[in-house]
């Protein structure tokens, strides 16, 4: 059984640039977490999601961050325009109404320059 | 609010001995959920193991196992036979019964002496 897919792994932009990133939650999962994690800050809750309505956003750091979950099976976290203190790993994570556990996808490491 | 702590940033151990790493959180509630992630270099979150806190035995799961003190908010896992392979970050967390969210703390980065 396929675990959480992120796309992409790495991605490198310019400061300015648009950058969307992609999650695929396990199938039959109603529940998806973005998270980023950075050396100073930690793991932070970003948003997350309930049967694809966004239930808490209040971490999204600011306007330039957006996230959207137009079905069960894809998720995008867009950031426009990206800075250099955007750069960090972000993880997608994804869990079903009868687990209490939460599964993670390998992350994107983004760098913006 | 609840918040877990990990007081230990890093730790070493030798290949083949015991390891135990300390978490303490605090909460006023009686359903909630404990977990152990491991996040080795690769980056990937890895969940080692979790325990619920209505259950009085202390989840095992291989090499790991933990030991749960629910009225001392504790729960430190505790890591046997340590490999190279153990070589990692590992964060402690907790879930309220009743949400989605998971509170994770600043984790200990566990080195490995061979």
């Known amino acids: 059984d396929a675990g959480v897919i992120q796309s992409p792994r790495h991605e490198v932009t310019e400061m300015g640039q648009e950058v969307t990133l992609r999650c695929k939650p396990i199938?039959?999962?109603?529940?998806l977490f973005w998270y980023r994690q950075t050396m100073m800050r930690g793991l932070e809750l970003l948003i997350y999601f309930n049967n694809n309505v966004p239930i808490d956003d209040s971490g999204m750091p600011e306007d330039r961050f957006s996230a959207k979950m137009p079905n069960a099976s894809f998720s995008t976290l867009k950031i426009q325009p990206s800075e250099p203190r955007d750069s960090a790993v972000y993880f997608c994570?994804?869990?079903?109404?009868?687990?209490?556990?939460?599964?993670f996808g390998p992350g994107t490491r983004l760098l913006v320059l | 609010a609840q918040t877990v702590t990990q007081s230990q940033p890093e730790m070493s151990v030798q290949e083949a001995e015991t390891v135990t790493l300390s978490c303490t959180y605090d909460?006023?509630?009686?359903?909630?959920?404990l977990f152990w992630y491991k996040q080795p270099p690769s980056r990937q979150m890895i969940l080692v193991i979790r325990q619920e806190a209505y259950k009085q035995q202390n989840a095992t799961e291989n090499r790991f196992s933990v030991n749960f003190q629910k009225a001392a908010k504790s729960f430190s896992l505790k890591i046997s036979d340590s490999q190279l392979g153990d070589a990692a970050m590992y964060f402690c967390?907790?879930?309220?019964?009743?949400?989605?969210?998971?509170?994770f703390g600043k984790g200990t980065r566990l080195h490995i002496l061979p």
């Open positions: 967390a907790y879930k309220q019964g009743r949400d989605d969210k998971i509170i």
């Open positions: 199938s039959g999962h109603n529940s």
């Open positions: 909460t006023s509630e009686s359903d909630y959920y």
């Open positions: 994570a994804s869990t079903s109404p009868y687990q209490e556990t939460q599964y």
